[in-house]
């Protein structure tokens, strides 16, 4: 199974650094240097001025022949005219302004990756200036964003979260499902726990009627969460889309503008006719698979960065609408074997999937009538049917956590503590060791207090941290246009990543 080549269209295997935690799974990252736009420009173009009469004889007396030589004035009608005197020379011009300093070799990626690619992000990120530049001299170069890590940025991004509810974005609606799950979670926590610790708060049937019910409604919001992962994971943008563009700007003298590219993003997270829909969907052009026709031109297998042209700008609307890919609720067989397999957020996701499956399972059987059936056939029952689906769920969750963690990783063994995502993925990890230890401790509870208090507090501590992985997953679910100010690998060139 050989990686593949064809999932991908545009630049992507272009790239100018591509990277990953893991050499035999699919690069997580890729580096593009965001080039120029050609005839975007914030001062209009003026008219070439017109000729004169007595200019437009200059003009054509100057021409010269094809084969380069000069050729003189046709002669008109009537008297030739006498040769004027040569006329004397003219004083020296005054000599030019200098030319104004090169510009530094400021540049700025979009950095690709495959979690931002899924929730429909576009970061970016701008080279820091040389040793010894002055501030106000690269700023007079180039004009960019804000960058989003700072803390009035962050403060923005909370505001954003309580005034905006794209609920026709996928990646939205993962972040509110399971934070809602989690918030069910933790009152599901405070029923088993805090009777234990403070008795004179426990009312009739908390444990047994609240904590059942809490935990069915919880693992089965759980669930749902966890297909709309797989649904994010298989309709994940394929092509070109930077979500930046580099123009000129009329403020700046000889300088640049960065500015965002909604109007061509190309993900369907801005798509607002539906959850289903994806952006551009047409129900004539795809094939009857669901996908749009491969071409063998769709690939380009050279490592030269591909030029910006006219023609893209003028065939993106016309890609939108007759190839782009239909929503999907599978990858075919071809997709999965040769390259879904390999990625590590899918896996990720599947295994997110199968966790919730399995522990939906402890969920339902939580519930008090079943419950106290399975307490009638011993605790053989209890422990096989109630359990162990939590142990092997947890586990689920332990491993997709950890894989998300490492999806965002320069290295295996670095953490990436600058990445939303990493933080995210660490604390889905204390959530899900706390429903696994809380199903291992369960097998002791019944002959012992201490695993008995080990277990529901389990419980409560992970469910706390998988409400705060999920409120960063939602912040970061409205976080589309990321941008920093640091380095790029080595591998580009030097400071200024120039290849």
Not at 72 to 99: C, D, L, M, N, Q
Not at 266 to 295: D, I, N, V, Y
């Amino acid at each position: 199974m050989g990686p593949a080549q064809n999932h991908f269209r545009g630049s992507h295997y272009r790239a100018l650094h591509s990277s990953g935690p893991l050499r035999f799974l699919n690069p997580t990252t890729r580096y593009h240097l965001i080039s120029k736009v050609p005839g975007k420009t914030g001062a209009p173009v003026s008219s070439p001025k017109p000729l004169q009469p007595e200019e437009t004889g200059a003009v054509q007396a100057s021409k010269e022949t094809e084969g380069g030589a000069y050729e003189e004035p046709t002669p008109g009608p009537g008297p030739v005219p006498e040769k004027s005197k040569p006329s004397p020379p003219s004083p020296p011009s005054p000599p030019s302004p200098p030319s104004p300093p090169p510009t530094p070799p400021n540049k700025v990626y979009h950095v690709w990756r495959s979690r931002d690619n899924r929730k429909g992000r576009h970061a970016g990120v701008v080279v820091a200036a040389r040793k010894g530049e002055e501030k106000e001299e690269v700023g007079k170069i180039m004009t960019v964003p804000s960058a989003t890590n700072t803390l009035a940025e962050t403060w923005k991004g909370i505001v954003k979260m309580a005034v905006r509810w794209p609920v026709w974005d996928v990646s939205f609606d993962v972040a509110v499902v399971f934070t809602i799950g989690s918030v069910i979670w933790v009152i599901n926590g405070s029923f088993v726990w805090l009777p234990l610790v403070a008795p004179w708060t426990e009312f009739p049937n908390e444990v047994s009627l609240g904590g059942g019910v809490t935990a069915f409604i919880g693992a089965t919001v759980f669930e749902i969460g966890s297909v709309l992962f797989m649904l994010e994971a298989v309709n994940e943008n394929r092509s070109d889309c930077f979500g930046w563009a580099l123009e000129e700007a009329l403020e700046v003298y000889h300088g640049q503008r960065l500015r965002t590219d909604e109007d061509h993003c190309r993900h369907h997270h801005h798509e607002k006719r539906g959850l289903l829909h994806a952006a551009g969907m047409s129900s004539t052009s795809p094939s009857s698979s669901g996908r749009e026709k491969e071409t063998p031109d769709s690939v380009d297998k050279t490592t030269a960065p591909k030029p910006h042209n006219d023609d893209d700008e003028a065939g993106i609307q016309k890609e939108k609408t007759t190839q782009r890919r239909r929503w999907s609720w599978w990858p075919t067989r071809h997709e999965l074997t040769s390259h879904y397999l390999r990625d590590i957020g899918f896996l990720a996701c599947l295994a997110q999937m199968i966790g919730a499956t399995v522990f939906w399972i402890a969920g339902f059987t939580g519930l008090p009538p079943i419950y106290d059936a399975l307490v009638g056939y011993g605790p053989g029952a209890v422990n096989g049917i109630y359990w162990l689906p939590q142990v092997v769920g947890g586990t689920g969750f332990i491993v997709s956590s950890a894989l998300f963690m490492l999806e965002v990783q320069d290295k295996w063994w670095k953490p990436a503590l600058g990445m939303l995502g990493w933080h995210i993925g660490a604390w889905n990890l204390v959530g899900a060791i706390g429903f696994t230890l809380c199903g291992a401790s369960g097998f002791g509870s019944g002959n012992s207090a201490s695993l008995e208090y080990a277990s529901v507090l389990a419980t409560y501590v992970g469910s706390w941290a998988f409400l705060i992985g999920s409120i960063v997953q939602w912040y970061e679910s409205l976080d589309k246009y990321p941008i920093s100010v640091g380095a790029v690998p080595p591998s580009l060139g030097d400071d200024h990543g120039t290849p």
